[in-house]
């Protein structure tokens, strides 16, 4: 009785495992990896690069972090002597230094007297193109309104 038994209980687990078996391989033959499987990838993919350039695109549209220093600390101007030594003109409060900045280096090279007299490049420029552009604008529409 006791060898009947046995018989059948390993019957029963290898009809089992047997049916288990086809069933996993009825499901990967008959759901094969179509067109909009290759679509929600794309789309996924194509919405991360997205976001990356999004990111990228705001934070040079913020520009540098001064956070905390913009009050009493200030890059006035720099010029690279190097390809990775700068001089930079800073001021610190009403003092202006003249400082060396290479790689893991930062030394004082003069101390101003007298502070210099310095405008932002970006109000310059902005002044320039809208000035240039205002000139070019009303030349524009006085030849338009002459002919």
């Known amino acids: 009785m006791r060898v009947l038994t046995t018989f059948f ?3 029963t687990a290898q009809i089992g495992y047997a049916e288990t078996e086809k069933k996993v391989i009825s499901s990967l033959t008959s759901e094969p990896i179509g067109v909009g499987n290759y679509l929600q990838m ?3 993919l194509l919405v991360v ?3 990356v350039f999004g990111m990228a695109w705001f934070m040079r549209r913020i ?3 001064n956070g905390a220093a913009t009050g009493n600390l200030k890059v006035l101007g720099g010029v690279s002597v ?3 030594e700068r001089i930079v003109l800073v001021q610190a409060g009403e003092t ?3 400082v060396g900045v290479a790689p893991g280096e930062i030394r004082t090279l003069h101390v101003m007297d007298e502070p210099l007299e310095t405008q932002t490049s970006s109000n310059q420029t902005n ?3 809208s000035s240039g552009f205002a000139e070019k604008l ?3 529409i006085k030849n338009r309104s002459k002919a």
């Open 63 to 65: 520009g540098k972090f």
């Open 127 to 129: 002044s320039k193109v």
């Open 49 to 51: 690069v997205a976001l």
């Open 82 to 84: 190097g390809q990775r």
């Open 96 to 98: 202006q230094l003249l």
């Open 9 to 11: 209980l390993l019957l």
């Open 42 to 44: 794309f789309f996924g």
């Open 138 to 140: 009303h030349a524009a």
